[in-house]
């Protein structure tokens, strides 16, 4: 299972210029063909943006231009009006600072933990190391209502229900599970050469891990926190349950909770969704290059 | 006997030498035990209960439980609705999927450079930054009967009432369907780019200087040899769709009729809605091991298929 997938910092191959390639000839005769392709990705792309212009046209309009010209029409005028209503609703700057935390810690910590325990298994190669991953690999495969009653009395027995520490510590374990799964695979493909050589120098496996084994995985670990920060960001059932409680809410969370009251406006539920998705977008943007690398990263809602 | 010697000595050697490794597993073999192993056998040992949670007395029920779900048409409805998530997050997106990256990664990249490639996949990919709670939203207003975008637009070109998406118990399903095909389709494209990199580019030249067409390019070249990463998007997708729990919630809450329920919000709904958490559990264990079943099954398969091959 380990050398099936690529590991994540896989070589970019440098191809030729188009200009510079072979098979001229058969190359103009596809020209058509070549925009028709462009013309196919190109409205699949608008097919899957329109739902995001929908969604900042909505934010955007007053609830009465909204009521008579439906969801469809440019707004007659931009007016920030639906987000300071959804301020006033929700109390976004709390939500928002828990979602940070949590998001944050779990992406930090759990790609911490996800090392330190990759190394034991990758590069110890610890008995049974086989059994262990895939134990690890059950965890990532186990649905959460198995583990929601349990995890909700037992949150609520040492006084974590309704703290954000209980899906910091929840959400560290289960994106630690994949993470070293990743990672292990990854480790066991680095050069046998340079763990020697450290081991000749005299440093012990603690003084390994992080001199030696560390900074080459780095861009790794780097593709690990963001979709970790993104995924933990973007959870809806765990917290839904243990953070009951509007002051330890995240920012999803508290979009839901809102929607739930029935009266909300439409407009004011589109400048919350806005805001909602804001920090991963924009976290997204900045990190857009990782995506090359972080491939087998990706999951599943 | 001498010859023994080493050979005993260095199977202890190496576990004196790995036995310090097991300290670097402590950490999360503690968070496993708490988060993870210890609630699930918790689980187990509540579905052999009748409780209503809370305060409530436990009624033992041995396996009852479990023999009331055989009997419970709701529950195997719901897993009957498990294979059209599967149709919607693994079917339809892998094989959009696979089609749009060697697209982008074979025409559009060569054709109109490898940013415009880039750009295009990051908008398929957006979807799947997007919290599910606000996915889940902005579905529902498209999909409103009234004021929603599809039937607005409908009325626009005459076709006055539009129908009703997420309220119909004949087409509620197909709609939630049509939301996770958006929300997955980002997801093989990027695994499957990342995959056609690691491909020698010579052998596209080879196959092109041949007079090899896109489409025999990409059934002789890109399919076979992004293969593992096939099977990986099948099986990541595929347990993913037998856990969908909140596009459901959030969408149609299982309705119109019950015709949108899934297994994990039956055992959702058991918990903390009907107060049957006996029941709960036991539909919450029951899915855990099918999962588990078809996760190995898949597994067992893709190896015995890498193997034939060589």
Known sequence: MNDEFPPAPSVVATRPHPGTEPAEQSRRNRYPLRWLMLLMTVTAATVMLAPFLLLVLNAFKTSADYSRHGPLSWPAAFTPQAFSR???????????????????????????????????????????????????????????????????????????????????????????????????SVMTTLPKELLEAAVIDGASRWQILWRVVFPVLRPTLSVLVVFFFIWTWNEFYLPLILLNDPSAQTVP????????????????????????????????????????????????? | MSALVPDRRLPRKGRSRSGSYWLYLIPIAAGFAVVVAAPFVMNIVLSLYQWKGGMAPKHWYGL????????????????????????AIVVVPTLIGIVLAAVLFDYIGKAFGNRAASFLRATYYL??????????????????????????????????????????????????????????????????????????????????????????????ITVPQIRPEVFFVVLTATV???????????????????????????AYRN??????????????????VVIFAIAALLIVWQRRSERQEG
């Open chain 2, 64 to 87: 009852g439980n479990y023999l009331d779900l055989m009997h419970d048409a709701e529950f195997w409805h719901s897993f009957r609705n498990s294979l059209f998530m599967i149709v």
């Open chain 2, 271 to 288: 918990f903390f809605e009907l107060s049957r958490v006996g029941y709960g559990a036991a539909i919450a264990t029951f899915t855990s």
């Open chain 1, 86 to 184: 959804y301020l006033s609703l929700v109390d976004f700057p709390v939500a928002l600072g828990n979602s940070v935390f949590i998001a944050g810690a779990v992406a930090f910590l759990g790609a911490a933990l996800s090392l330190i325990s990759a190394y034991a298994i990758g590069i110890g190669k610890v008995r049974c190391n086989g059994a262990i991953l895939a134990v690890l690999l059950l965890a990532t495969m186990v649905p959460q209502e198995a583990l929601i009653y349990p995890l909700f009395y037992g949150a609520e027995e040492v006084g974590l229900l309704n703290s954000v520490w209980s899906v910091v510590i929840v959400f560290t374990v289960l994106q630690a599970a994949f993470g070293t799964y990743l990672l292990a």
């Open chain 2, 240 to 266: 993913g769709a037998l856990k969908v729990f909140a596009p459901i919630l959030i969408l149609t809450g299982g309705g119109p009729e019950n015709s949108t329920v899934v297994p994990s919000y039956y």
């Open chain 1, 253 to 301: 969370i508290a979009l839901a909770t809102l929607r739930g009251q029935h009266s909300i406006d439409i407009t004011v539920l589109n400048a919350g969704s806005l805001l909602s998705l804001l920090p991963t977008l924009v976290f997204f943007l900045v990190f857009q290059r990782t995506l090359s690398r972080g491939v087998t990263a990706g999951a599943v809602k």
């Open chain 2, 127 to 220: 979807p799947q930054i997007l919290p599910i709670a606000v996915a889940g939203f902005i579905w529902s207003t498209i999909l409103d009967p009234r004021q929603g975008s599809i039937n607005t637009y409908l009325r626009s070109i005459g076709i006055a009432s539009g129908p009703d998406w997420l309220g119909d118990p004949h087409l509620a399903l197909y709609s939630v369907m049509l939301m996770l095909i958006w929300l997955q389709i980002g997801y093989p494209v990027v695994v499957f780019m990342a995959a056609l990199q690691r491909v020698d580019p010579e052998l596209y030249e080879a196959a092109e200087l041949d007079g090899a067409g896109w489409l025999r390019r990409f059934r002789a």
